[in-house]
């Protein structure tokens, strides 16, 4: 138990109670998708401040923008967009909603994994075969993503 967090809630356990995993991997998908989406239209909207050069490294400038969308969601809410979207919510290793240095760290080894060509695959598999439908990244760091309208 963490002396600065009393009474830690932890996790939902998977087996009494399902249904906060239920469907998760395939949202988590969708909304992966959709944050793709929203950071590239970012990017677009900021093609005319950067003098349209950065049509020349559009797909790094995309990266770099979804990395600082994703952590100040992620720090902000517990979620980007695309998850409030689908309805699911991040949570750190204790149960709690992620502080900035946690969601930092989430999107830092999400993109180290999308970096190192089997690793993303290895995180989608985790995914599916873990009980709290856990990526390599929230391994790692403990986190999990559950239905938030629960």
Known sequence: MNPRRPNTPGHPSPERLP??????PLKRLFAWLIDWMVAAVISALLLPLTLFI???????????????????????????????LMAIEM??????RLDGRTAFWHVALHYGLMIVSPGLLISALTTLMTRKKQGLHDLLLGTVALNRAL
């Not at 249904?19 to 998760?24: I, L, N, R, S």
């Not at 049509?55 to 980007?80: D, E, I, K, N």
């Open 54 to 84: 950065g049509l020349f490294v559009f797909p790094l400038m995309v990266a770099v923008v979804g990395f600082f969308y994703r952590w100040s969601t992620l720090a902000g809410g517990s979620a980007t967009w695309g998850m409030r």
């Open 19 to 24: 249904e906060f995993y239920e469907g998760v």
């Open 91 to 96: 949570r750190d290793a204790e149960g709690f």
